[in-house]
């Protein structure tokens, strides 16, 4: 790709310092990235990233904001034309998505699910809204079983007092949201993230060819734990 001659104005410099970013993680690792590096990538002087970016550190922050919004986009997607009746339809479809979204976005989901990048610091206060946010399409419809009454409870152990206040913190961004629908998701999360993990690091053995059948059957798995059949 051309790049522009030093001190040529980019129409988007943020946008391109971060696809620049994307390009050094996918080729070095999120550890080695370097603004004076995505400098020379783009052709321009160091200062001009600092107008943007203060620090790398700032740098990454953003890009994790950027992939937790990705993220949350494409499971809202994968949901927005099956009708709000069809919970079981809707799980389904928001698992498949977010294997689909982690193997077609391999960088931005190692960066939030990964490797911890050496001294790097997520702040809360950034990151933990996008976090959040990106899971609200699977706590909304596993609510849903719940307001349905068709959340299986009778094969779960009692919630402690201290599991409780844990969530409870969680409950107080996601207002109305019942406990044990956001520990389902807590652990639906989980389980898919496991296998998600396995694949794209390739630890999975030789002869399972197909990930994505193991996906499809524990994504099956999951919604006979949890949900109930109509009565």
Same mark, same amino acid.
């Given at each position: ?6 001190? &040529? ?8 310092? $971060? ?21 020379? %990538?783009?052709? @321009?002087?160091?200062?001009? @990233? ?66 911890? @990048? ?14 959040? $946010? ?5 706590? &909304? ?12 409870? %009778? ?16 409950? &107080? ?6 406990? +044990? ?31 994505? +059948?193991?996906?499809?059957? +524990? ?13």
């Amino acid at each position: 790709m051309a790049r522009p001659a030093k001190n &040529e104005q980019i129409p988007n410099l943020a946008e391109a310092i $971060k696809n620049s970013a994307w390009e050094q993680i996918a080729k070095n690792g999120a550890a080695a990235l370097s603004l004076r590096a995505i400098a020379r %990538d783009l052709g @321009i002087t160091a200062p001009a @990233i600092y107008n943007h970016f203060h620090r790398r550190d700032d740098l990454v922050t953003a890009l994790i904001v950027d992939a937790y919004t990705s993220l949350g986009e494409s499971q809202q997607v994968a949901i927005d034309n099956l009708p709000v009746t069809d919970i079981k339809g809707r799980f389904t479809a928001l698992g498949m998505a977010y294997r689909e979204w982690a193997i077609t976005y391999p960088q931005r989901y190692q960066l939030i699910f990964g490797t911890p @990048i050496p001294n790097y610091e997520a702040p809360e206060d950034i990151t933990l809204p996008a976090a959040t $946010k990106a899971l609200v399409p699977l706590v &909304e419809t596993l609510q849903a079983f719940s307001v349905a009454n068709r959340l299986r409870l %009778d094969r779960v152990s009692p919630m402690s007092t201290e599991l409780k206040s844990m969530l409870m913190a969680w409950q &107080e961004i996601a207002e109305g949201i019942d406990l +044990e629908v956001l520990y389902a998701a807590l652990i639906t999360w989980s389980r898919v993230h496991g296998l998600v993990s396995m694949e794209i690091a390739n630890h999975f053995p030789s002869y399972i060819t197909d990930p994505g +059948e193991i996906f499809r059957r +524990e994504i099956g798995n999951i919604l006979i734990q949890y949900l109930k059949e109509q009565e």
